[in-house]
């Protein structure tokens, strides 16, 4: 077999960045909390924790007073950063630089279509790190849409400001897209349309992954995903994947290879998501590799 790994894949700049920061803090201290998975890979979680790195939920947040909290690339609420004031926690902000200033046109959003009754609709995953922050900014007023039905939670009569997760499917996006669009001019045949204002905020390191490894996808006989569960842009991804090839498989990690994947492939391809590091797809690799001894690395 012939395995390669794609070079597309691994972390994006934020968890990169995110993850530094964490190493870098822990070289002169011995404990360093973080709000949530620090990147949504059970493995990476578990190599940080061993460096010292203690993950920790917003209850818990509430109780600590005096010590340092790394916030992740997803960003937080400002209720994170009221409470980190109140109890003297220091905060090292790995926030990712897109999600910030989505954050920022959210809010400014919110701000300014207060005074016309218009809503702040957000399309991502209810209870997703990023989409909390995002709500946030708007007293957890936004309205979280992931599926078709979510849209009965609009009331289409009113102006509509439309956002993204910056991890979700550009395709997902314009299909809710074009949903809110048509409900629009369904709810109002006898009146004047209200506003409708939609951003593409998904961030373009992301998006444009989905075209490369539609690509990568049709150049092997077999393709398996590397990614953690928790992933939401490692589920988005796979199903690139898997439209273009049937015979891609997701995996967590080299333990739940299967050696019948690989009985009649000359060439298979090892990809992941934003959340998944590059040591642990060379891992995949070498576990491929060992189902047989003439693979080229």
Same mark, same amino acid.
């Given at each position: 077999?012939?395995?390669?790994?794609?070079? *597309?894949?691994?972390?994006?700049?934020?968890?990169?960045?995110?993850?530094?920061?964490? !190493?870098?803090?822990?070289?002169?201290?011995?404990?360093?909390?973080?709000? &949530?998975? @620090?990147?949504?890979? &059970?493995?990476?979680?578990?190599?940080?924790?061993?460096?010292?790195?203690?993950? @920790?939920?917003?209850?818990?947040?509430? !109780?600590?007073?005096?010590?340092?909290?790394?916030?992740?690339?997803?960003?937080?609420?400002?209720?994170?950063?009221?409470?980190?004031?109140? *109890?003297?926690?220091?905060?090292?902000?790995?926030?990712?630089?897109? /999600?910030?200033?989505?954050?920022?046109?959210?809010?400014?959003?919110?701000?300014?279509?207060?005074?016309?009754?218009?809503?702040?609709?957000?399309?991502?995953?209810?209870?997703?790190?990023?989409?909390?922050?995002?709500?946030?900014?708007?007293?957890?007023?936004?309205?979280?849409?992931?599926?078709?039905?979510?849209?009965?939670?609009?009331?289409?009569?009113?102006?509509?400001?439309?956002?993204?997760?910056?991890?979700?499917?550009?395709?997902?996006?314009?299909?809710?897209?074009?949903?809110?669009?048509?409900?629009?001019?369904?709810?109002?045949?006898?009146?004047?349309?209200?506003?409708?204002?939609?951003?593409?905020?998904?961030?373009?390191?992301?998006?444009?992954?989905?075209?490369?490894?539609?690509?990568?996808?049709?150049?092997?006989?077999?393709?398996?995903?590397?990614?953690?569960?928790?992933?939401?842009?490692?589920?988005?991804?796979?199903?690139?994947?898997?439209?273009?090839?049937?015979?891609?498989?997701?995996?967590?990690? !080299?333990?739940?290879?299967?050696?019948?994947?690989?009985?009649?492939?000359?060439? /298979?391809?090892?990809?992941?998501?934003?959340?998944?590091?590059?040591?642990?797809?060379?891992?995949?690799?070498?576990?491929?590799?060992?189902?047989?001894?003439?693979?080229?690395?």
């Amino acid at each position: 077999m012939n395995i390669t790994i794609d070079k *597309n894949s691994g972390y994006c700049f934020g968890v990169e960045f995110a993850i530094q920061m964490a !190493e870098d803090e822990m070289e002169t201290c011995d404990e360093l909390y973080c709000l &949530g998975d @620090i990147v949504h890979n &059970g493995m990476e979680v578990q190599r940080l924790y061993e460096k010292g790195l203690r993950i @920790i939920d917003r209850q818990q947040l509430e !109780e600590l007073h005096d010590c340092k909290v790394l916030i992740r690339a997803h960003g937080e609420p400002p209720e994170t950063y009221r409470v980190a004031l109140e *109890n003297n926690i220091e905060l090292i902000d790995a926030s990712c630089p897109v /999600v910030l200033k989505l954050q920022n046109r959210v809010k400014h959003a919110f701000d300014s279509k207060r005074n016309d009754n218009g809503q702040i609709v957000i399309y991502g995953q209810v209870g997703h790190a990023e989409v909390i922050g995002l709500a946030g900014q708007t007293r957890d007023e936004a309205i979280i849409v992931t599926t078709e039905a979510d849209l009965d939670k609009i009331d289409f009569k009113r102006p509509v400001t439309l956002f993204s997760q910056t991890t979700k499917s550009t395709k997902g996006f314009y299909h809710i897209k074009a949903l809110i669009e048509e409900r629009i001019r369904q709810a109002n045949q006898d009146s004047t349309l209200p506003d409708f204002d939609a951003n593409d905020s998904i961030c373009r390191q992301v998006s444009n992954r989905e075209p490369q490894l539609a690509r990568f996808a049709t150049e092997h006989d077999v393709l398996v995903f590397v990614s953690g569960k928790k992933s939401s842009n490692g589920k988005a991804l796979y199903s690139v994947c898997k439209q273009h090839n049937p015979n891609s498989y997701f995996i967590e990690n !080299e333990e739940e290879l299967e050696r019948a994947w690989f009985a009649n492939a000359q060439s /298979v391809g090892i990809c992941g998501a934003t959340s998944t590091p590059m040591w642990l797809m060379e891992q995949v690799a070498r576990g491929i590799a060992a189902f047989d001894t003439a693979a080229v690395q």
